[in-house]
């Protein structure tokens, strides 16, 4: 018997080991395949097949040897990075040997002002006179909004596009917490401070909802704008025809000139061979995103010279420390970016680019610092993308000029503090009670299983009043106006770009190569005087393990809770919720 066992556990260790160096044998051969597959060939007569049916990121700085490959790492990229699509569009607009894009965007999922940014992207690549064709089952609203801008919009027969305007859709859950007897403890500055509404109401409260009813009158305004540009169909024409769902169906669509074209995938496949000038039995040359990045250098074209203007990304949920996983903004992490490109000599402007609902008061007050440190030395630009609200406005304020989309999302200028008092939920639902000791009047101040006397609360209500006098002085400072005009803005109310210039929290209206171009000029920079020095690539092992990580945990939540998972994450989200918090209502859904 214990020959056997033997046996067994040599066996289970030998076909460990034989998994290890079978793991890192295909890792090296994809290393040395990835490599290779650097220089890619392009044919003549190519299309450059965009799809962007996916999320998106700011900068995709992820190496992954593996991308090619099926299985558990990343065998197609969900994401697509802003910077290299753009930087990709940019190529393909001066390459012979693309003569056009299929452009896929039915259903892209990010936010307004990233579309927008995409989008001008496309219009600039439409100037060397090169075709966009776009095909579509269906098109949600944002889908549209980006596909409306080339030359022929196909729609299948038996499609329809979501145009009837946009709605902001927020949760509540203070019937979840009733039911489970927890008590949301909450301190706020503000009106407008609606963050915490969530936890305190089953609906919108009236401030809530004017604020929201603004700034989306404001983006769609902006959204409908665009598109009667691109489509030739008047603003007022648009709106009626989203009221009465008439691009819906097909033919209406093509009625009202949606579309341009009603019809199968073969036809638009015809369509593209046609602009090609080639016959059915030849083979359309596409080329995905993936493989173009490897035809092109960043580098190529880059002036020779020391000076850098840097990119910080700024991406995600401010939070403290310097775990910046998940997609978050971890402040240590980010202050010591601001930090290396203050002290680098040839760094003669920065770049923030700030993609953030906000956080963490304190961490958001880090990073600021380190932000005027660097102001002290040259000049810093923030460029707003989706988001820059609260914590995320925090840290625009503090630097020389904002930059801003008309359809971003900022302001959110106030503070609040939530805890969660669970005594009742583990003694009603899990029979669990707490007993305490104290060697002085509050020592175990503040806690979760007792309820807060009313010193304390008066106590931390002053810590909450106190940051938002902070906030709203510091950002009167950087805004240059009066603190009380900065006040009459802030209130924790949101508003759009466009909202924001026209009421001084906005500088200029523009993408990142606006906020570039700026920092150039700031720093007495001419073109072809600096080069743009983009966040470094991660290596494959700094990431490998997070992922195995992100998907174990996909599965086990998938497994464990269905359909259930989104409300499961949004509840795990909480966590980072504790304490002092500048940040934007819990979660803003505009379809």
């Known amino acids: ?196 509404e969530p936890f305190l109401r089953e609906n919108m409260s009236e401030e809530n909802r004017e604020q929201t009813k603004s700034f989306l009158n404001s983006i769609y305004n902006q959204v409908l704008d665009e598109v009667s540009k691109s489509r030739g169909v008047s603003v007022a024409e648009l709106k009626t025809i989203a009221d009465s769902l008439k691009a819906y169906e097909p033919t209406d669509a093509l009625k009202n000139k949606i579309v341009t074209n009603v019809g199968y995938y073969d036809e638009f496949d015809t369509a593209i061979r046609k602009a090609l000038k080639i016959n059915e039995d030849q083979k359309v040359n596409y080329v995905n995103l993936d493989k173009y990045q490897k035809t092109i250098s960043a580098d190529k074209d880059a002036p020779n010279t020391d000076n850098k203007i840097a990119v910080i990304v700024a991406e995600g949920s401010i939070v403290d420390g310097s775990d910046d996983s998940d997609g978050q903004i971890a402040s240590e992490k980010t202050a010591a970016e601001i930090r ?148 009459a803005l802030a209130g924790g109310r949101v508003w759009s770009g466009l909202e924001g210039k026209q009421n001084g929290l906005v500088d200029e209206l523009g993408g990142l190569d606006k906020a570039i171009s700026l920092a150039a000029s700031e720093a007495k920079l001419k073109s072809g005087e600096y080069r743009v020095r983009y966040p470094a690539k991660k290596e494959f092992f700094e990431t490998l393990f997070d992922t195995v990580d992100a998907e174990q945990e996909a599965r086990l939540m998938n497994s464990t809770f269905g359909d259930l998972v989104p409300y499961v994450q949004k509840l795990k989200k909480l966590q980072t919720m504790n304490g002092l918090q500048a940040r934007l209502p819990y979660e803003i859904n505009i379809h």
């Open 1 to 196: 018997m214990l020959q056997f066992l033997k046996y067994v556990l040599a066996t289970i260790v030998g076909l460990l080991l034989f998994s290890v160096v079978a793991f890192f044998l295909i890792i090296g051969i994809a290393s040395v395949v990835g490599s290779a597959s650097e220089s890619v060939t392009l044919d003549d007569n190519s299309v450059l097949k965009l799809d962007l049916n996916k999320s998106f990121t700011e900068h995709d700085n992820v190496s992954n040897p593996l991308s090619d490959f099926s299985g558990p790492f990343i065998s197609n990229k969900s994401q697509v990075g802003v910077v290299q699509l753009k930087q990709a569009l940019a190529y393909a607009k001066t390459d012979s040997k693309i003569k056009g894009i299929y452009l896929k965007a039915n259903s892209p999922s990010t936010g307004w002002a990233v579309l927008e940014e995409v989008r001008n992207a496309l219009i600039d690549f439409k100037k060397s006179g090169k075709f966009v064709y776009s095909y579509g089952e269906t098109y949600t609203e944002q889908g549209y909004y980006l596909s409306s801008v080339a030359d022929k919009i196909y729609l299948n027969p038996s499609g329809g596009i979501d145009f009837n305007g946009l709605n902001a859709e927020y949760e509540f859950y203070k019937g979840t917490f009733d039911k489970l007897d927890i008590k949301p403890v909450v301190f706020r500055v503000g009106n407008y401070k609606s963050a915490v």
């Open 340 to 487: 290396k490109a203050r002290k680098d000599k040839n760094v003669k402007a920065i770049v923030l680019r700030i993609n953030s609902p906000g956080g963490s008061g304190l961490a958001s007050e880090v990073m600021w610092r380190e932000i005027q440190l660097a102001r002290e030395k040259k000049p810093v630009i923030a460029s707003m993308s989706n988001y820059a609200a609260s914590g995320g406005y925090y840290l625009a304020m503090g630097c020389n000029k904002i930059v801003a989309q008309p359809t971003t999302i900022t302001g959110s200028i106030g503070v609040f503090s939530l805890f969660f008092r669970v005594d009742e939920f583990t003694k009603n639902k899990l029979g669990i009670t707490f007993d305490r000791v104290n060697t002085n009047a509050h020592s175990d101040y503040p806690t979760l299983t007792r309820e807060m006397d009313d010193f304390e609360k008066a106590h931390f209500q002053r810590s909450t009043d106190r940051f938002y006098e902070v906030f709203t002085n510091k950002a009167a400072q950087g805004r240059k106006m009066p603190v009380e005009k900065l006040r």
